[in-house]
């Protein structure tokens, strides 16, 4: 395990994979309204080792806390849902602006949001 120690968990193992673990960090220092719950899937989405196996076995579980195991199952439900939502259809800003305004406000801080 080198310098990690068994059920250490994953917040406390550097890691470096990706768009996501940028995203969750820019979010946590901007001081964001996001509930603990979604910033773990933010940053833990695309470490399919752990929530994807492919090969039966799950990656990295020797180093997962109580708490990754309890984020499990978050986890995959975000995964069903993202892995095939993407589309070629780009909104316009107004129904962009219609569906998202409300929730930027909410979790981001801000009562105003430039469009």
């Known amino acids: 395990m080198g310098i990690y120690s068994k059920n250490c968990g994953f917040d406390n193992l550097q890691m470096a994979f990706s768009h996501d673990e940028y995203l969750s ?3 946590e220092k901007n001081s ?3 509930p603990k719950e979604a910033m773990y899937m933010i940053r833990y989405h695309s470490f399919y080792p752990w929530h994807t196996s492919k090969s039966g076995t799950r990656g990295y579980d020797f180093f997962a806390s ?3 195991w309890r984020m499990l ?3 995959k439900a975000l995964q ?3 892995l ?3 589309s070629r259809d780009i909104p316009s800003l107004s129904e962009a602006k219609g569906k998202y305004d409300t929730l930027i406000k909410k979790y ?3 009562e105003s ?3």
């Open 25 to 27: 960090a820019v979010l």
């Open 32 to 34: 964001t309204n996001f």
């Open 66 to 68: 109580e708490y990754d």
């Open 73 to 75: 199952p978050l986890l």
């Open 80 to 82: 069903k849902a993202d």
């Open 84 to 86: 095939y939502s993407k």
């Open 108 to 110: 981001f801080n801000t």
């Open 113 to 115: 949001v430039t469009w």
